[in-house]
């Protein structure tokens, strides 16, 4: 009974911080394709006295004119009376960044444009970006946090019950150091354990992230994201399955080389 229990702390500890990693990457791939959406959906709106060709900003991808043809041709419908012809107007661009500046980087940006002296007029929305910046980067912070109290939890857990495996193993490691066993035959049961557990957990953790990924709420979220976002399940559990290994066999070399000293 005593064994088991040890076996489901163990194996609980792990299923904590796998499920953890695997939201964490989950998240911060979502985060990432979203910002890249708004990035490719956002745009500043620049108004030119002469034709621009490029702009001395870092951030931007590429500039695209504004055909304003179709207002002018609304505009002569409706003002007859006035001769267009002798009016010039100003030239209109779309500036697509390559990323989401910070709410003071677009700020900078703004002045930097405002300040030259053939641009009239810079439209960067910036309340809007500004709060869907924060949005994100409070997200992230969400994120971060969430993985590291899971991460701890799951250590802390995983150190507990090392020092039951401690008490369980040291007179059995105790007579094969007196008999010169080599480390890993000394440590060869809980390395075995080490693996038993660490593959339980992980069964368990692919369990929770199919019906996790097939859910109609997780489903719902990312169309409403409108997102492409496409999970590679055999990628994602052998990089889960390495980490339960890792942890395991990391945890058994613990116990033996402090049973050492």
């Known amino acids: 009974m005593n064994s088991l229990k040890s076996h489901i702390s163990l194996i609980l500890a792990l299923v904590s911080i796998l499920f953890s990693v695997f939201l964490y990457i989950t998240f911060s791939e979502i985060l990432q394709k979203y910002q890249k959406n708004i990035v490719n959906n ?22 695209e004119s504004i055909n304003i043809d179709g207002y002018i041709q609304k505009l002569k419908r409706n003002f007859q009376n006035i001769d267009f012809s002798n009016i010039k107007f100003p030239y209109f661009y779309s500036v697509k960044l390559k990323t989401l500046p910070s709410p ?28 869907i910046y924060n949005l994100l980067f409070l997200l992230k912070i969400i994120s971060n946090a969430f993985m590291i109290i899971v991460g701890i939890l799951g250590f802390l857990l995983i150190i507990k019950q090392l020092e039951v495996w401690k008490f369980e193993h040291s007179e059995r490691m105790y007579i094969m150091e007196l008999f010169g066993a080599p480390f890993w035959f000394k440590g060869a049961a809980l390395f075995k354990i080490a693996f ?19 859910s109609s709420i997780f489903n719902e979220i990312i169309k409403d994201l409108s997102i492409d976002f496409n999970i590679d399940y055999a990628d994602t559990l052998l990089k889960l399955f390495s980490v339960s290994l890792i942890i395991s066999i990391f945890s058994s070399m613990i116990v033996i080389i402090g049973r050492k000293k």
Request: hydrophobic share 40%.
């Open 196 to 214: 038993i557990d660490s593959f339980v957990s992980f069964l368990i953790t692919a369990i929770f992230i199919y019906y996790f990924i097939n």
């Open 104 to 131: 003071s980087r677009l700020k900078q940006i703004e002045n930097h444009l405002s300040n030259l002296p053939f641009i009239k007029r810079v439209l960067t929305y910036r309340s809007t970006q500004t709060k």
């Open 42 to 63: 956002y745009s500043i709106a620049v108004v030119s006295d002469k034709p621009i060709d490029k702009l001395n900003i870092k951030e931007v991808e590429k500039i």
